[in-house]
């Protein structure tokens, strides 16, 4: 596919040189709906305007937009997704903006402000604690003062766990998560982020009275409906008398807000009060390898392809 930078219609858009692309476990399930051969997967991009017939956009703005196409260049309009122009007056890294101060950090602090329902000296159990949203819960989680277990994949990913203060920090590969939880005296909030039996088992570990927030089902993003791992522990939900929530950032932020994210995180991340892992390319073409990686654990962090 190519593009006549110069002379490409905009119909009212920008034309954008592209700067970075995200990599999100989501990417996967908006493909099974949307994506169309021979056209580029649309995901979280920040691009740099070269062309403008919006006047709310300026040549040389930068502009994040969460239908950006997986291309070295792209024609955005606001009809087409969510496109707002990015500040950054805190001089940030542009990568920031596709993780920590992205849909991640946003679908983890909105999530949490939202449906936690945290109170201080609680215990939470964040799994794929370390990934891209798990971690910003980790953080945000301990600084309200709640007790944090949180769960990897790989002895990596568990130290960086502890580095951002998890109390309990294991490798599921490697100890049994109901034994991990319930010798930790339960749990009364779980965030979830991989559902299947990871979630049946954390059912049996909840405190009366407990809160489930469900994220995201990463593992069964591939499968067919039939395949879903289903649950043998629902009827916990009655007994112990749990809430689920499971929610979709735009919906919850139309219901609740967005609890000042942007300022907020930013001044955290400013601060260095919050911590963020990512794992660049500077290859287009390793798009498709990093979302597999993604979607079974392989990655080391947030992955984002960087442009020059």
Request: glycine share 12%.
């Amino acid at each position: 596919i190519t593009i006549d930078i110069d002379n490409e219609p905009l119909n009212g858009g920008i034309l954008t040189k592209t700067v970075a692309l995200g990599i999100d476990p989501w990417l996967r399930s908006r493909m099974a709906y949307e994506y169309k051969p021979n056209t580029p997967v649309l995901g979280c991009g920040i691009g740099v305007v070269l062309r403008s017939e919006n006047p709310k956009f300026q040549v040389g703005d930068h502009v994040e937009a969460r239908g950006y196409p997986f291309a070295h260049y792209a024609v955005l309009s606001e009809a087409g997704g969510s496109v707002k122009v990015l500040k950054n007056d805190a001089d940030l890294p542009w990568t920031a903006y596709l993780g920590v101060l992205g849909l991640a950090g946003e679908t983890a602090w909105v999530g949490y402000k939202a449906h936690a329902e945290a109170k201080k000296g609680e215990t939470i159990y964040i799994s794929t604690g370390a990934g891209a949203v798990g971690s910003v819960v980790c953080q945000v989680a301990k600084a309200e003062g709640l007790r944090v277990i949180a769960s990897a994949g790989s002895d990596s990913k568990v130290a960086f766990l502890k580095e951002i203060g998890v109390d309990v920090a294991f490798n599921y590969k490697k100890q049994d998560v109901g034994t991990v939880l319930k010798e930790s005296g339960g749990v009364d909030i779980y965030w979830d982020n991989v559902g299947g039996k990871t979630l049946e088992t954390v059912m049996g570990c909840m405190n009366k009275y407990g809160r489930i927030v469900i994220c995201g089902f990463a593992p069964e993003y591939n499968l067919p409906a039939a395949e879903w791992h289903g649950n043998k522990s629902f009827t916990l939900a009655l007994m112990k008398n749990l809430k689920i929530s499971g929610f979709i950032i735009p919906d919850t932020i139309a219901k609740f807000g967005d609890f000042d994210f942007e300022s907020e995180v930013t001044k955290l991340v400013k601060e260095g009060k919050m911590k963020a892992r990512e794992e660049l390319s500077d290859k287009l073409e390793d798009a498709m390898k990093m979302l597999g990686d993604c979607l079974v654990g392989a990655n080391e962090g947030k992955g984002v392809i960087v442009f020059s």
